[in-house]
């Protein structure tokens, strides 16, 4: 008998690694209302523009790793002013 599989990938928290392709297909999210935005709500947000493969929340900030260059590019022309919790990213 097969057991339910989650299809829920697990994100990373890793979003510091220096090499060039992850330094390109990272992208910082600015006045983030970290007391209501969660990493899981950064994670939904952000993966309507490509894979999502690591992302970390910091106080009023957070970091977001796509699988490449362009899927960051997209969401930063996306999202970019958006309004979160009150606060324009």
């Known amino acids: 008998q097969a057991s339910k599989m989650s299809l829920k990938v697990q ?11 992850s330094i390109n297909s990272r992208v910082f999210i ?3 209302n970290t007391a209501v935005v969660k990493k899981s709500d950064v994670e939904t ?4 523009y490509g894979r999502v493969v690591g992302c ?3 106080k009023g900030y957070a970091f ?8 960051a590019r ?4 996306g999202e970019n002013g ?4 009150g606060q324009s990213l």
Do not use: C, M, W
């Not at 947000?45 to 309507?48: A, V």
């Not at 977001?64 to 899927?71: F, I, L, T």
């Open 11 to 21: 994100t990373s928290n890793i979003t510091n690694k220096n090499d060039p392709k």
């Open 30 to 32: 600015g006045n983030l």
């Open 45 to 48: 947000i952000f993966s309507k």
């Open 56 to 58: 970390s929340v910091h």
């Open 64 to 71: 977001v790793q796509y699988s490449n260059e362009r899927h």
């Open 74 to 77: 997209a969401a930063v022309l």
């Open 82 to 85: 958006r309004l979160l919790a």
